[in-house]
């Protein structure tokens, strides 16, 4: 019994989803390559996660793969990213999953992007200082922003990389040099300090954490890190408690 136009279409699709690079069945399924949701014909943001296999890049892919508003999630490591892709790709999600793997991949990883978050880098160890920190992630940063300004000159780059008040300069000036740099679309990702400062207050407020909103300056330092206790809402004057 020959599988019917319909069955052959589906096969086509779930053929389509696992090898996006390699469809041949176009011939014998009328199914075009043009029509396949691996195109990314879908409308949305194009997502490029650099460091995607690590601590902060696997739950970062999870979180991406589950937003409405993404349609083509690009997962780029040089280690370990086929099985992050595999994972995150099997999500009942819209949001088409492609894996890259290793500098030579690099290129296609980020062509034709909307967003590229960087994650990558090695987390601060115990006994690391964040000069030492700051010498392997730096070096990191700068290649993948000399790629960036390359493939995708008018993307919007979210920089994770600790430390971040130092990894946002040295991406400003890959793009200064390569005249791509937009400071509207260079942004270093602090949102943990916030999401900390609310936890914090809220604790002493006997509040639920998402009722409270604690703005944070200075960037992601020790040193000049300061949170906005009298700009928090609700006013902390409202619940503190008399002696």
Do not use: W
């Amino acid at each position: 019994m020959q599988p019917s136009a319909e069955a052959n279409q589906r096969i086509a699709r779930i053929s389509a989803h696992l090898q996006p690079f390699n469809l041949q069945m176009e011939g014998n399924s009328g199914l075009r390559r043009g029509d396949c949701r691996t195109k990314g014909g879908d409308p949305g943001f194009k997502v490029a996660i650099l460091g995607a296999a690590g601590g902060i890049g696997q739950p970062l892919s999870m979180l991406m793969k589950m937003n409405p508003l993404v349609s083509v999630l690009h997962l780029y490591d040089v280690v370990n990213s086929p099985g992050v892709t595999a994972d995150v790709s099997h999500m009942d999600t819209g949001a088409v999953v492609r894996g890259f793997l290793g500098q030579p991949q690099l290129e296609n990883a980020l062509t034709g992007m909307d967003l590229v978050i960087i994650p990558a880098g090695v987390p601060r160890k115990p006994g690391m200082t964040r000069d030492d920190l700051f010498n392997i992630n730096a070096g990191i940063v700068k290649t993948l922003c000399e790629l960036i300004s390359k493939c995708c000159p008018k993307v919007i780059v979210n920089l994770i990389s600790n430390p971040v008040n130092s990894t946002v300069p040295i991406a400003a000036e890959v793009f200064k040099k390569s005249r791509t740099y937009d400071p509207k679309r260079l942004l270093g990702v602090t949102m943990l300090d916030v999401v900390r400062a609310n936890t914090f207050v809220a604790e002493v407020l006997g509040l639920d954490p998402r009722e409270v909103d604690v703005p944070v300056v200075g960037g992601h330092s020790g040193v000049t890190i300061l949170p906005l206790l009298s700009q928090v809402k609700p006013p902390l004057l409202i619940h503190c408690r008399r002696n």
